[in-house]
Protein backbone atom coordinates (compact mmCIF):
# COMPACT_ATOMS: atom_id res chain seq x y z
CA UNK A 1 0.00 0.00 0.00
CA UNK A 2 1.64 3.13 -0.66
CA UNK A 3 2.00 5.82 1.86
CA UNK A 4 -0.16 9.18 0.39
CA UNK A 5 1.95 12.55 0.43
CA UNK A 6 0.27 14.06 3.31
CA UNK A 7 1.23 11.08 5.78
CA UNK A 8 4.28 11.27 4.45
CA UNK A 9 4.87 14.84 5.88
CA UNK A 10 2.91 14.11 8.77
CA UNK A 11 5.11 11.24 9.70
CA UNK A 12 8.50 13.37 8.66
CA UNK A 13 6.96 15.69 11.66
CA UNK A 14 6.44 13.35 14.42
CA UNK A 15 10.20 12.60 13.59
CA UNK A 16 11.60 15.77 13.79
CA UNK A 17 9.31 16.83 16.74
CA UNK A 18 10.90 13.93 18.64
CA UNK A 19 14.11 14.46 17.87
CA UNK A 20 13.92 18.69 18.82
CA UNK A 21 12.24 17.20 22.09
CA UNK A 22 15.61 15.19 23.02
CA UNK A 23 17.86 17.00 25.75
CA UNK A 24 21.33 18.65 24.20
CA UNK A 25 24.26 16.19 24.37
CA UNK A 26 25.93 15.69 27.48
CA UNK A 27 23.09 17.64 29.51
CA UNK A 28 20.57 14.66 29.75
CA UNK A 29 19.24 14.97 34.06
CA UNK A 30 16.69 16.97 35.85
CA UNK A 31 17.40 20.73 37.19
CA UNK A 32 14.87 21.47 39.96
CA UNK A 33 14.23 24.84 42.19
CA UNK A 34 14.51 23.98 46.00
CA UNK A 35 14.58 24.90 49.44
CA UNK A 36 15.53 24.15 53.31
CA UNK A 37 15.59 25.18 56.45
CA UNK A 38 18.99 26.39 57.86
CA UNK A 39 19.20 27.76 60.91
CA UNK A 40 15.38 28.59 61.09
CA UNK A 41 15.87 29.93 57.93
CA UNK A 42 14.71 29.19 54.33
CA UNK A 43 17.38 28.51 51.95
CA UNK A 44 17.21 27.91 48.27
CA UNK A 45 19.06 26.28 45.65
CA UNK A 46 19.37 25.00 42.44
CA UNK A 47 19.82 21.25 41.70
CA UNK A 48 21.04 19.06 38.61
CA UNK A 49 20.77 15.71 39.11
CA UNK A 50 22.05 13.46 35.97
CA UNK A 51 19.83 10.96 34.45
CA UNK A 52 18.93 7.22 35.67
CA UNK A 53 21.45 7.45 38.22
CA UNK A 54 21.98 3.97 40.17
CA UNK A 55 21.71 3.68 43.76
CA UNK A 56 24.84 1.47 43.55
CA UNK A 57 27.17 3.54 42.00
CA UNK A 58 28.21 6.49 43.83
CA UNK A 59 28.65 10.29 41.64
CA UNK A 60 30.74 13.13 42.84
CA UNK A 61 29.30 16.39 44.59
CA UNK A 62 29.55 19.95 43.43
CA UNK A 63 28.73 22.76 45.17
CA UNK A 64 29.08 26.07 43.37
CA UNK A 65 29.04 29.92 44.97
CA UNK A 66 28.00 32.55 42.36
CA UNK A 67 29.56 36.14 41.77
CA UNK A 68 28.17 39.34 43.29
CA UNK A 69 24.28 40.28 42.21
CA UNK A 70 23.82 36.74 40.78
CA UNK A 71 22.37 33.42 42.02
CA UNK A 72 22.88 29.81 42.37
CA UNK A 73 21.64 29.26 38.65
CA UNK A 74 23.76 31.59 36.95
CA UNK A 75 26.81 29.11 37.41
CA UNK A 76 24.50 25.47 37.87
CA UNK A 77 23.56 26.71 34.28
CA UNK A 78 27.34 26.74 32.82
CA UNK A 79 27.87 23.20 34.34
CA UNK A 80 24.95 21.08 33.67
CA UNK A 81 26.20 20.09 29.90
CA UNK A 82 29.64 18.56 32.08
CA UNK A 83 27.90 17.49 34.60
CA UNK A 84 25.40 15.65 32.69
CA UNK A 85 28.10 14.04 30.35
CA UNK A 86 30.39 13.35 33.32
CA UNK A 87 28.22 12.19 35.62
CA UNK A 88 28.13 14.34 38.82
CA UNK A 89 25.54 15.91 40.65
CA UNK A 90 25.85 20.06 40.87
CA UNK A 91 23.96 21.91 43.92
CA UNK A 92 24.58 25.58 43.63
CA UNK A 93 22.71 27.53 46.47
CA UNK A 94 22.00 31.07 47.11
CA UNK A 95 23.96 33.36 49.13
CA UNK A 96 21.53 35.03 51.99
CA UNK A 97 23.07 38.21 50.40
CA UNK A 98 23.24 38.48 46.72
CA UNK A 99 25.79 40.32 46.72
CA UNK A 100 28.28 38.57 48.85
CA UNK A 101 28.89 35.73 50.67
CA UNK A 102 29.85 35.29 54.36
CA UNK A 103 29.82 33.55 57.69
CA UNK A 104 28.17 32.13 59.23
CA UNK A 105 24.79 33.03 57.73
CA UNK A 106 26.12 31.33 54.85
CA UNK A 107 28.32 28.64 55.91
CA UNK A 108 30.15 26.33 57.04
CA UNK A 109 26.86 25.27 59.07
CA UNK A 110 24.04 26.12 56.23
CA UNK A 111 26.96 24.24 53.12
CA UNK A 112 27.43 21.20 55.23
CA UNK A 113 23.93 20.86 56.17
CA UNK A 114 22.94 20.86 52.39
CA UNK A 115 25.64 18.42 51.55
CA UNK A 116 24.35 15.92 54.35
CA UNK A 117 20.37 16.79 52.74
CA UNK A 118 21.69 15.77 49.46
CA UNK A 119 23.90 12.42 50.60
CA UNK A 120 20.37 10.96 52.19
CA UNK A 121 18.78 11.72 48.99
CA UNK A 122 21.40 10.91 45.79
CA UNK A 123 24.51 8.35 45.43
CA UNK A 124 26.69 10.79 46.43
CA UNK A 125 30.15 9.98 47.43
CA UNK A 126 31.38 11.51 50.47
CA UNK A 127 34.91 11.25 49.48
CA UNK A 128 34.40 13.31 46.66
CA UNK A 129 32.40 16.21 47.65
CA UNK A 130 33.78 19.68 45.58
CA UNK A 131 33.72 23.40 46.05
CA UNK A 132 33.74 25.87 42.67
CA UNK A 133 33.28 29.37 43.37
CA UNK A 134 33.43 32.56 41.05
CA UNK A 135 34.69 35.80 42.38
CA UNK A 136 33.15 36.83 45.80
CA UNK A 137 31.89 32.98 45.45
CA UNK A 138 35.71 32.02 44.90
CA UNK A 139 36.79 33.33 47.83
CA UNK A 140 34.49 31.60 49.50
CA UNK A 141 35.16 28.74 48.35
CA UNK A 142 38.88 28.71 48.98
CA UNK A 143 37.71 29.80 52.59
CA UNK A 144 35.65 26.66 53.00
CA UNK A 145 37.92 24.55 51.62
CA UNK A 146 40.57 25.48 54.09
CA UNK A 147 37.93 25.31 57.00
CA UNK A 148 36.51 22.44 56.44
CA UNK A 149 39.34 20.35 54.76
CA UNK A 150 38.58 16.86 55.88
CA UNK A 151 34.99 17.09 54.93
CA UNK A 152 35.58 18.99 51.14
CA UNK A 153 37.94 16.93 48.94
CA UNK A 154 39.02 19.66 46.23
CA UNK A 155 38.43 23.28 45.52
CA UNK A 156 38.56 24.99 41.69
CA UNK A 157 37.93 29.06 41.78
CA UNK A 158 37.68 31.51 39.16
CA UNK A 159 38.49 35.29 39.32
CA UNK A 160 39.27 35.04 43.13
CA UNK A 161 42.18 35.39 45.50
CA UNK A 162 43.28 36.72 49.16
CA UNK A 163 44.05 40.67 49.32
CA UNK A 164 44.49 40.96 52.80
CA UNK A 165 46.90 40.11 54.69
CA UNK A 166 44.49 39.12 57.67
CA UNK A 167 42.48 36.71 54.85
CA UNK A 168 45.75 34.66 55.01
CA UNK A 169 44.87 33.56 58.57
CA UNK A 170 42.23 31.04 57.22
CA UNK A 171 45.29 28.66 56.32
CA UNK A 172 45.71 27.90 59.78
CA UNK A 173 42.62 26.54 60.28
CA UNK A 174 43.05 23.65 57.92
CA UNK A 175 43.64 20.08 59.34
CA UNK A 176 44.67 18.72 55.53
CA UNK A 177 46.10 19.82 52.47
CA UNK A 178 43.50 20.21 50.60
CA UNK A 179 44.17 20.60 46.75
CA UNK A 180 43.11 23.92 45.08
CA UNK A 181 43.33 24.94 41.67
CA UNK A 182 42.83 28.92 40.55
CA UNK A 183 42.09 30.35 37.20
CA UNK A 184 42.27 33.97 36.80
CA UNK A 185 42.92 36.38 33.95
CA UNK A 186 45.59 38.85 33.12
CA UNK A 187 43.61 41.22 33.38
CA UNK A 188 41.54 40.83 35.83
CA UNK A 189 39.80 44.45 37.43
CA UNK A 190 39.56 43.03 40.84
CA UNK A 191 41.82 39.85 41.56
CA UNK A 192 45.21 40.88 39.77
CA UNK A 193 47.82 38.16 38.98
CA UNK A 194 49.75 39.82 41.84
CA UNK A 195 47.06 38.41 44.39
CA UNK A 196 46.75 35.13 43.16
CA UNK A 197 50.23 34.79 42.59
CA UNK A 198 50.58 35.65 46.16
CA UNK A 199 48.06 33.53 47.11
CA UNK A 200 49.52 30.70 45.56
CA UNK A 201 53.15 31.12 46.55
CA UNK A 202 51.44 31.01 50.47
CA UNK A 203 49.69 28.48 49.91
CA UNK A 204 52.69 26.14 48.31
CA UNK A 205 54.75 27.30 51.28
CA UNK A 206 52.82 25.68 53.85
CA UNK A 207 52.64 22.07 51.59
CA UNK A 208 49.04 22.62 50.30
CA UNK A 209 48.94 21.03 46.25
CA UNK A 210 47.60 24.03 44.04
CA UNK A 211 48.02 25.14 40.79
CA UNK A 212 47.44 28.93 39.28
CA UNK A 213 46.38 29.21 35.77
CA UNK A 214 46.81 32.54 33.87
CA UNK A 215 44.71 33.10 31.35
CA UNK A 216 45.77 35.38 28.72
CA UNK A 217 43.82 38.67 27.72
CA UNK A 218 41.07 37.56 29.95
CA UNK A 219 39.64 39.89 32.83
CA UNK A 220 36.74 39.25 35.57
CA UNK A 221 34.00 38.15 32.89
CA UNK A 222 33.26 34.14 33.92
CA UNK A 223 30.28 33.40 31.45
CA UNK A 224 31.65 33.46 27.89
CA UNK A 225 34.77 31.37 28.97
CA UNK A 226 32.68 28.97 31.46
CA UNK A 227 32.50 25.60 29.32
CA UNK A 228 36.81 25.75 28.82
CA UNK A 229 37.39 26.82 32.26
CA UNK A 230 34.77 24.39 33.94
CA UNK A 231 36.20 21.47 31.71
CA UNK A 232 39.61 21.84 32.93
CA UNK A 233 38.38 22.72 36.44
CA UNK A 234 36.97 19.40 36.78
CA UNK A 235 39.81 17.39 34.86
CA UNK A 236 41.29 18.43 38.31
CA UNK A 237 38.71 17.86 40.71
CA UNK A 238 37.71 14.50 39.58
CA UNK A 239 40.94 12.58 40.52
CA UNK A 240 41.02 14.01 43.93
CA UNK A 241 39.65 12.23 47.08
CA UNK A 242 39.58 12.46 50.89
CA UNK A 243 41.93 9.26 51.89
CA UNK A 244 39.57 9.42 55.22
CA UNK A 245 35.85 8.96 56.18
CA UNK A 246 34.74 12.64 56.06
CA UNK A 247 34.79 14.90 59.53
CA UNK A 248 33.37 18.15 59.64
CA UNK A 249 33.83 20.31 62.59
CA UNK A 250 31.98 23.73 62.97
CA UNK A 251 34.32 26.53 62.53
CA UNK A 252 33.02 30.27 61.26
CA UNK A 253 35.64 32.82 59.80
CA UNK A 254 35.12 36.57 59.04
Do not use: C
Not at 3 to 24: C, E, N, Q, T, W
Not at 133 to 148: C, D, K, P
Not at 239 to 244: H, I, T, V
Amino acid sequence: MKMSDPAKVGIVLLVLRAALSLPAHGATGKTTKESFISNGAKRTYVLFVPASLSPSVQVPLLITFHGSNRDGMSLLEKWRDLAGKERFIVASPDSKESRTWNAPNDGPGMIYELAEMLKEKYPIDPLRIYLFGHSAGAVFAINLGLMESEYFAAVAVHAGAFRDDSEYQVVNYAERKIPLIMFVGDRDQFFPLTAARQTRDTLLKVGFPVELKELPLHDHWYYDMAPDINRKAWEFLRSKQLDATPHYEPRYFK
